[in-house]
């Protein structure tokens, strides 16, 4: 028999996949060079709230002096996310848009802004 | 870049594409046709095109500043950022003032609704709605100009809403208070309606229309049009309502920020209007787009006023049946042609097109069978401008290399469908949506724009508050994530 709260919803009765939050890695931001992305959240696909809500906690669990990458390809989202990086105690170090999806750069204050790791 | 930038999609990396301003300059190149043809057919239909080339500006600056009335609320109450309230407060003033103009030129279209707590029900219903669609109904409309799937569902399931909505009855009918019944039973309704069964049709004939419409400039009683227009409706209707918004706005979401930043700034009334002054400027494509949303909508009203005065007319429908489109119109040979920026209400007339194609009957109801009618979308002049806000701002996405077709999710397509309902009933109860109950109403001295901006913002919280719940509950399952 259909599940269909399941099919509607997946991730209420499973982990869910549409929010990817990837390991650290080297990434180009614009301005800087090379530097390493300790945080990449892929939203993807996801709609505005959603990935505004899932950057503010990825924002405030970052690590002071890491560097966060932010992936979407919703333009409200891109529009307000770097608004949103102050009051989070991040800088915002760049947006890069590719083809179909943008990536924002952060970076967490503190620790002596250990963002220079390159 | 560097660290602080505040131009944020315009992003770094993004190539040129000749593909897309090719498809970009055929989507012009069909509205063109369109105009072009219809003119060529018989001159009368500029008032088509006029509708559809201020659509097509809609859709352009709404794209440019990615402006959602959704995400003025959710912006606000989810991650205290203020860029699309403030962006939506400028565009307020600006078609205030502007409106105020074409008013004592004698050429504007609007008419005020009546006032009552059904602007504030109806805004609440459409508030909660639109934070689970991800898009008000302007909003949804022009990302679907930008290739989301899911906000073409918003705006489907917000037109067939509609049109059902306001032709149920059956059980619906039990929540009828006997005094509509009986009000609308004395306005001796023409045999074609059933005024006094169907919910809605006891709630226009038993209620709204026995509820008073006016402005501001009207109350206050100014005797110049002049005043009445400026001081009444613009000044103290919209320009200073909308500077207290601002200001709370600054003072609850930007100003501790502000300050943090600017350490060294004097104490004093010079730094808060320096630090208000940066919120309204903060984010400089939302404030060029509500700029130009504010103007254009404005100079709408000037322009149908004066081709209805060319074509001597006070309705389309009298156009249309001069142009041999008979069939559609309501019992007073009229359809819905407000003269200025408005949407749902159109797209509703559009779906129970649909709905009649496939042998349903919408008309015995007043909202179609009396007021609107239900032309067909070809000649619907008001639809009209609706395709040319998803054109105007798909042209706009793909000249940005932004145009991307994005299949929605099957969760998120349950919450376009179902907020989408949500906004359809929301939008009828209150009389219209974020653009007719509320942007066209409050920069035009109506106070109900207020009521429903009021109920609005209510539901909207409630929904974010409701939305937060679930993506906390939602994401203590997502392992992956690991915060």
């Known amino acids: 028999m259909l599940d269909t709260i399941a099919w509607m919803f997946p991730a209420l009765r499973r982990a869910g996949d549409d929010a990817r939050a990837g390991a650290a890695r080297a990434v180009d931001v614009p301005g800087h060079g090379t530097m390493v992305a300790d945080r990449c959240v892929d939203l993807?696909?996801?709609?505005?709230?959603?990935?505004?809500?899932?950057?503010?906690r990825a924002l405030d669990a970052a690590a002071p002096g890491?560097?966060?990458?932010?992936?979407?390809d919703n333009l409200s989202s891109v529009e307000t996310i770097p608004f949103m990086?102050?009051?989070?105690?991040?800088?915002?170090?760049?947006?890069?848009?590719?083809?179909?999806?943008?990536?924002?750069?952060?970076?967490?204050?503190?620790?002596?802004?250990?963002g220079s790791r390159k | 870049m560097t660290e602080g930038v505040l131009d944020t999609t315009e992003g770094v990396g993004q190539a040129a594409s000749r593909a897309n301003a090719l498809r970009a300059a055929a989507v012009v190149g069909f509205f063109l046709l369109v105009s072009a043809g219809t003119f060529a057919v018989d001159s009368r239909y500029l008032y088509f095109s006029a509708y559809l080339w201020f659509g097509f500006i809609y859709g352009a600056s709404l794209q440019y500043g990615r402006f959602c009335m959704a995400s003025a609320i959710r912006d606000l109450f989810a991650v205290g950022v203020p860029r699309m309230a403030v962006g939506i407060m400028i565009a307020v003033v600006l078609f205030s003032l502007v409106s105020a103009a074409v008013t004592v030129a004698g050429k504007s279209t609007f008419h005020a609704s009546p006032i009552g707590l059904y602007s504030v029900v109806g805004g609440a219903i459409f508030g909660f709605g639109m934070v689970f669609t991800g898009g008000c109904a302007t909003g949804s409309l022009y990302?679907?100009?930008?290739?989301?799937?899911?906000?073409?569902?918003?705006?489907?399931?917000?037109?067939?809403a509609q049109a059902l909505f306001v032709d149920i009855g059956g059980v619906l009918d039990v929540l009828v208070p006997a005094s509509w019944t009986a009000s609308a039973a004395a306005k001796s309704m023409p045999a074609e309606l059933s005024a006094t069964t169907g919910w809605y049709d006891q709630f226009l004939a038993g209620y709204i229309w026995d509820l008073k419409a006016i402005t501001v400039g009207e109350a206050l009683g100014f005797a110049s049009p002049a005043a009445k227009a400026f001081i009444g409706n613009s000044l103290i209707n919209a320009v200073l309502p909308a500077v207290v918004i601002l200001v709370v706005i600054y003072a609850i979401w930007y100003r501790k920020g502000w300050l943090r930043k600017n350490k060294d700034a004097a104490p004093g009334p010079g730094r808060e209007v320096a630090g208000w002054w940066s919120m309204v400027t903060a984010s400089k494509r939302t404030a060029i787009a509500g700029l130009v949303l504010g103007v254009a909508a404005g100079l709408q009203m000037w322009v149908m006023q004066s081709l209805q005065q060319k074509f001597g007319i006070a309705n389309a429908g009298e156009l249309l049946q001069a142009l041999g489109h008979t069939s559609g119109l309501s019992l007073q040979e009229t359809v819905f042609d407000p003269g200025y920026f408005y949407v749902t209400t159109q797209e509703a007339q559009g779906a129970a097109w649909v709905l009649a194609q496939l042998g349903m009957n919408l008309t015995d109801n007043i909202f179609f069978g009396m007021e609107n009618g239900i032309p067909s979308p070809l000649a619907n002049p008001v639809l009209w401008m609706s395709f040319s806000v998803?054109?105007?701002?798909?042209?706009?996405?793909?000249?940005?290399?932004?145009?991307?077709?994005?299949?929605?999710?099957?969760?998120?397509?349950?919450?376009?469908?179902?907020?989408?309902?949500?906004?359809?009933?929301?939008?009828?109860?209150?009389?219209?949506?974020?653009?007719?109950?509320?942007?066209?109403?409050?920069?035009?001295?109506?106070?109900?724009?207020?009521?429903?901006?009021?109920?609005?913002?209510?539901?909207?919280w409630i929904g974010v508050k409701f939305f937060n719940w679930w993506i906390e509950r939602k994401m203590a399952k997502e392992a992956p994530l690991g915060f």
């Open chain 2, 390 to 460: 998803i054109g105007g701002s798909m042209v706009m996405a793909l000249l940005a290399n932004e145009f991307k077709l994005k299949m929605p999710t099957r969760e998120i397509a349950v919450w376009a469908i179902g907020g989408g309902i949500l906004m359809g009933v929301g939008s009828r109860i209150g009389m219209g949506c974020n653009i007719g109950a509320f942007f066209a109403t409050v920069t035009n001295g109506d106070p109900s724009g207020w009521l429903f901006a009021l109920g609005m913002t209510g539901g909207g």
């Open chain 1, 44 to 56: 993807t696909g996801e709609n505005c709230l959603r990935t505004n809500l899932v950057t503010k």
């Open chain 1, 66 to 72: 890491s560097v966060i990458e932010i992936v979407s």
């Open chain 1, 85 to 114: 990086l102050a009051g989070h105690g991040c800088a915002h170090l760049g947006t890069l848009h590719l083809e179909g999806t943008w990536k924002i750069y952060a970076r967490k204050q503190g620790a002596d802004d250990g």
């Open chain 2, 143 to 160: 990302k679907t100009g930008e290739g989301s799937v899911s906000a073409l569902l918003v705006v489907l399931s917000l037109s067939f």
